[in-house]
Every structure is written in C-alpha cells, then in structure tokens.
C-alpha cells in the first residue's frame, strides 16, 4: 500500500502525522519541509502532544459518525 506524503503531511485536521518523520526521512528532507509549511505551535501541536490510545480514537471516529 502506497501512502501520499499529501496525506501524511495533512491528515491530522490539516496537519502532519505525528509518525511523518520516521516514515519519510528516508526519502526527503523531512525536517525541512515541516520547517518551512508548518509554525512551530503547529508543530507542537503534533509532536508535543500524548499519543491517543486505540481505544480513544475509536470512539472518536464513532463520535464523528454521529
């Protein structure tokens, strides 16, 4: 399965996945381009935060659907 760097770089309500750079450091200058697209309080935002749990985002989705 191919993922889109798009969609990595903006699946989070507009922002990167917090897993972004592991999955892309490999293949570009990731830090780079987060840097330059993104404010450091957005960056924070996504990488200061606490992982949700499996079971959080679940209900979440389940919330949405609502």
């Known amino acids: 399965m191919l993922i889109e760097f798009s969609y990595c770089t903006s699946m989070n309500e507009g ?6 750079i592991g999955c892309w450091k490999g293949r570009t200058d990731i830090i780079a381009f987060l840097k330059e697209n993104f404010s450091d309080e957005e960056l924070r935002k996504v990488f200061d ?10 209900v979440e989705s389940i919330k949405k659907q609502d």
């Open 15 to 20: 922002l990167p996945c917090r897993n972004v």
């Open 49 to 58: 935060s606490p992982t949700k749990s499996r079971i959080d985002r679940i």
